[in-house]
Nanobody, 127 residues
Framework: QVQVVESGGDVVQAGGSLTLSCTTS????????MAWFRQVPGEERERVSC????????YYTDSVNGRFTISRDNAKITLYLQMNSVKPEDTAMYYC????????????????????WGQGTQVTVSS
């Protein structure tokens, strides 16, 4: 049974830091491209960052580039998102997703190419 479980969401003040985790099971984690998405009610789901299978390539959307860091531990089958210098506009539900697509350039992977999703973890940034 596939499980994707996010954790670490919280209320944090602007300028602060937060680390999200995504623990997985039921699929070969090291053979999947992983990503973080976020969504605000009434808006489309936005891809925040993605990382290739080995962890040596990552993509970030412009609004978080330089502030967020995605990483993965294939031995622990866990994905992370280190969020620094957070802003009120980072407030959203954050989702972890896994894709078995064989391409390597995950920056071109839309949400429809992701096969497994978690239930999300809420991040709220207060000003």
């Amino acid at each position: 049974q596939v499980q994707v479980v996010e954790s670490g969401g919280d209320v944090v003040q602007a300028g602060g830091s937060l680390t999200l985790s995504c623990t997985t099971s039921g699929f070969p984690f090291d053979d999947y491209i992983m990503a973080w998405f976020r969504q605000v009610p009434g808006e489309e789901r936005e891809r925040v960052s993605c990382i290739n299978r080995s962890g040596d390539y990552a993509y970030y959307t412009d609004s978080v580039n330089g502030r967020f860091t995605i990483s993965r531990d294939n031995a622990k089958i866990t994905l992370y998102l280190q969020m620094n210098s957070v802003k009120p506009e980072d407030t959203a539900m954050y989702y972890c997703a896994a894709s078995r697509n064989r391409g390597n350039n995950c920056q071109y992977f839309g949400a429809t190419l992701y096969n497994y999703w978690g239930q999300g973890t809420q991040v709220t940034v207060s000003s």
